[in-house]
């Protein structure tokens, strides 16, 4: 039951929380003995296709191996967890600059040759890898997750299989911001009432008639600023935050439809929810109450 509650199941390093408790383990120990560390904030490129094409079950086993892939090549010392879907955590006690930075291309090289195991031929992804360090960086937990995020978004702009260390305050601005900061926002935007939904026709090729409208959701940040779903919809997942844009986006469906029945109009609506709405009990039941 002990090895439950601290390990993920699928990949079977340790769990978001129980990362987190060995992170302020070590940072502690920094405070109190001046010692210094490091952490590998590590994502998946483009692993939706992954799940996409072969399935959640080949997804499983791809992040399974990915694990021992990590393991393997970080040293004995570090600890290694999965920080919540494609994206895993190293932290490296007692490691410097170059040391930290050698892992880190390492991890690159090493994901970028292995073949993962497929249905029918080996699959292959790479890695984005955001390096921080404590306490240069930061000297809680969030602090230190929140930069080497920031970092892994800086390769993964550069268009990932690469690595970057975070730069401080100056950094350059990315399209990409770190989860925390991301799930601010959208909470922020809900609270506020600022998603948008805008509405796509799907035209019949052959009649040239509109069969249905795809719902498309925004974030608005700024009077003229409009975010399309790229910017967002992946740290949503992350954080959990999609949860309630996906109940969000129902609610609207169900109320414009209402609303067209109502003035005598028969519209058909294309609904996009995330993946992670299959985890969701609620729903369903917070759409039927809407």
């Known amino acids: 039951m002990l090895y439950l509650a601290d390990h993920d199941l699928v990949t079977r390093v340790l769990n978001h929380r129980r990362f987190e408790d060995e992170l302020a383990r070590q940072l502690a120990e920094t405070q109190r003995y001046g010692t210094r560390g490091a952490v590998l904030f590590i994502d998946a490129d483009g692993f939706k296709e992954v799940n996409d094409r072969w399935g959640h079950r080949v997804g499983d ?3 399974a191996d990915l694990a021992r892939v990590l393991e393997g090549v970080i040293a004995t010392r570090a600890t290694v967890g999965r920080l919540g879907g494609d994206e895993f955590g190293a932290i490296l006690p007692n490691k410097g600059p170059e040391e930290a930075q050698g892992t880190a ?3 690159v090289a090493a994901v970028r040759t292995h073949e993962f195991p497929g249905p029918s ?6 890695v984005s ?3 921080a360090f404590f306490p240069d960086d930061g000297t809680t937990t969030d602090e230190i997750l929140v930069r080497a995020d920031e970092a892994m978004y800086d390769a993964k702009a550069s268009g990932g299989d690469g690595w970057h260390r975070h730069e401080g305050e100056d950094r350059r601005s990315v399209p990409g911001k770190a989860s925390r900061s991301w799930e601010d926002t959208i909470q922020q935007a809900l609270a506020a009432d600022r998603l948008l939904l805008f509405c796509q026709p799907i035209v019949e090729l052959v009649t040239g008639r509109v069969a249905m409208y795809e719902l ?6 700024e009077e003229d600023e409009v975010l399309p779903p ?3 919809l992946e740290a949503a997942e992350r954080t959990g935050a999609i949860h309630r844009i996906d109940r969000w986006v ?4 169900i109320h ?4 067209q029945q109502r003035a005598g109009r028969q519209v058909r609506l294309a609904v996009n929810v995330s993946g992670r709405a299959f985890e969701d009990r609620g729903l369903l039941r917070s759409s039927h109450t809407s």
């Open 61 to 63: 086993a791809v992040l």
């Open 105 to 107: 291309e390492s991890v």
């Open 121 to 126: 031929e080996p699959v292959r992804i790479t």
């Open 129 to 131: 890898v955001g390096v």
């Open 216 to 221: 498309l959701v925004r974030v608005q940040i």
């Open 230 to 232: 790229a910017a967002f």
């Open 250 to 253: 129902l609610r609207q469906a």
């Open 256 to 259: 414009l439809l209402a609303s």
